[in-house]
């Protein structure tokens, strides 16, 4: 009996073919701790979505379908700053971590790809379906700049683009444009809805500096049904980037109209108001003319809904300026969105308003457990840094007021940097301050004091800040009044110290550290 035990690992194919798993393991091993790498670059959030590099605006043709939820945006892949426009693309399965894929739409002889939205055709009314596939359609504007040049009127106009494999490829439709300019300089950034009672599609588009509704069974042959908001709402610029849906309130249906300003916003520069109302197809009819607005802030804009949610609203915007936004001292990239947030109405002093909070999915990325403390007495100084100095900005502060009074929290770096968050009881108002946080010479008017009215009488108060390396997002009173701020510190804002001119009875503090969404 004889034999030999030979080995693979000596033959030639064999060697080579564990030379190119060697290979491939390292290649691919780097490439993953470069993107890890390219996130912790200075001022990279980590809670919030970005691209990998260069210039990102308005977020486009949100929908949800299959399990993931899709994120389009303008994207400029060229460099930095603001430049021809295509459509970025991103998904996420939890809206938390995301992954950005390929370029979704490019520039064509129609021009720049400018904002718009994306719908689940599940009815197939397009025609676009094929072989039992239903379409996923994106309506978006297309920008001639060579007529903008010319100084023609009607370089805008409304197209279309259909996917049959989820979003991972387009085609745009031959028929394009689908609706055309009748002569209005700014006509954009169509927001589409499936109106089911009169089996219609619904665009929503910005015109100049009101809205104008159209109607079209089957996306492509649209008709003008009516105009909202020559005089009413804030007119200090032009109206951009709307959005219509429904939300209940004690079981009774009302209507949001969003509609993005800019400039005109409350604490200058680019913002998101809103309407409350009623719809009927055809027009809509607000229940008051009241100017309100989504976020307070300085740096929250172009924001709309994610569409196929259901009765769930989803809420993303830019986290940005119009007035800063090429000029901020970021390197590779430059801006980002700000956290998903769900809206709702709630009855209020002052009419229906929309509330806005964090999206629960956030706290699924919690990085251990809450630190609770209870029947806290702040009398003038509480230092709460021991809790947050290893938690690298990232983290959620939640703060309950037995009886709201001046108030601060500052977010402290040991450079000296210093960003102030905090209650006016006096002019009932909330602020940020940036004055202090960082570097803010880029441009004149980044540094200042942002407010936000209370727009609740109840003696007791809740806040929530949702702290990153570079932005605040104030949710104060169950998401009656937001404000959001970036800023960019030389270190860290690694302490956290809360202040108050008299003594405060906190029932309920509560920090929630938070992973990067990046390394998960």
């Known amino acids: 009996m004889g034999g030999g035990f030979s080995s693979p690992f000596k033959h030639p194919q064999m060697k080579l073919f564990l030379r190119l798993i060697l290979i491939a393991t390292v290649y ?39 399990g993931s939820y899709h994120l389009f945006f303008q994207y400029y892949p060229g460099g930095t700053t603001w430049g021809p426009m295509h459509w970025g693309h991103a998904t996420s399965k939890d809206l938390v971590h995301w992954k950005e894929l390929p370029i979704a739409l490019y520039p064509d002889s129609l021009g720049y790809i400018f904002s718009g939205s994306a719908v689940v055709d599940s009815n197939n009314t397009s025609g676009f379906g094929k072989d039992g596939k239903y379409p996923l359609v994106a309506i978006f504007t297309h920008h001639d ?17 259909y996917s049959l494999d989820q979003g991972q490829s387009w085609t745009k439709y031959a028929g394009n444009p689908v609706l055309k300019n009748p002569g209005i300089r700014d006509f954009r950034d169509p ?44 007119h200090g610029g032009v109206w951009e980037c709307p959005d219509l849906f429904p939300l209940k309130l004690n079981g009774k249906t009302y209507w949001v109209l969003i509609v993005n300003l800019n400039p005109g916003g409350p604490n200058g520069g680019s913002a998101t108001q809103y309407f409350v109302g009623h719809f009927d197809g055809h027009e809509f009819v607000p229940v008051d003319t009241r100017i309100r607005w989504i976020d307070y802030g300085p740096d929250e804009y172009a924001g709309v809904t994610w569409s196929n949610t259901g009765s769930r609203k989803l809420f993303l915007g830019w986290m940005s300026n119009w007035n800063y936004a090429n000029e901020v001292p970021t390197e590779k990239w430059r801006n980002a969105m700000t956290i998903p947030r769900e809206l709702q109405l709630r009855q209020s002093d002052s009419g229906i308003l929309v509330t806005s909070m964090p999206a629960k999915e956030l706290y699924k990325n919690a990085a251990g457990m809450a630190i609770t403390l209870t029947n806290v ?52 108002r909330y602020y940020i301050d940036r004055t202090n946080a960082g570097i803010i010479d880029f441009h004149k008017g980044f540094a200042g004091r942002f407010y936000a009215p209370r727009l609740t009488s109840s003696k007791s108060a809740d806040l929530t800040l949702v702290v990153d390396k ?46 990067s969404i990046w390394k998960n």
């Not at 890890?36 to 990279?44: C, N, S």
């Not at 009398?379 to 009886?403: C, E, I, M, P, W």
């Not at 997002?473 to 970036?486: N, Q, R, Y």
């Open 28 to 66: 691919f091993s780097s490439r993953a701790m470069g993107q890890i790498h390219q996130y912790q670059e200075a001022y990279r959030p980590q809670l919030h979505f970005s691209p990998g590099a260069h210039w990102i605006n308005d977020p486009n043709g949100m929908v949800y379908i299959d």
């Open 145 to 161: 700049s060579k007529g903008e040049k010319a100084g023609t009127e009607t370089f805008q106009n409304q197209s279309l683009a």
């Open 191 to 234: 927001k589409v809805m499936w109106y089911a009672e009169q089996k219609k599609w619904i665009m929503t588009l910005a015109t100049k500096d009101h809205i104008t509704f159209y109607s079209a069974p089957d996306l492509k042959n649209w008709k003008k049904e009516s105009e909202f908001g020559l005089t009413v709402g804030a």
């Open 377 to 428: 007495k702040l009398n003038r100084h509480l230092d709460l840094s021991k809790y947050t100095g290893s938690l690298k900005n990232q983290y959620v502060l939640k703060v309950n007021f037995a009886r709201i009074q001046d108030c601060s929290v500052h977010l402290v770096s040991e450079s000296g940097d210093k960003l102030t968050i905090g209650f006016d009881k006096a002019k009932n």
């Open 470 to 515: 570079s932005s605040i997002e104030l949710f104060a009173d169950g998401g009656l009044s937001v404000m959001t701020a970036i800023f960019f510190p030389k270190a860290n804002l690694e302490k956290l110290i809360l202040e108050s001119q008299t003594e405060v009875t906190i029932q309920k503090l509560q920090i929630t550290g938070l992973k």
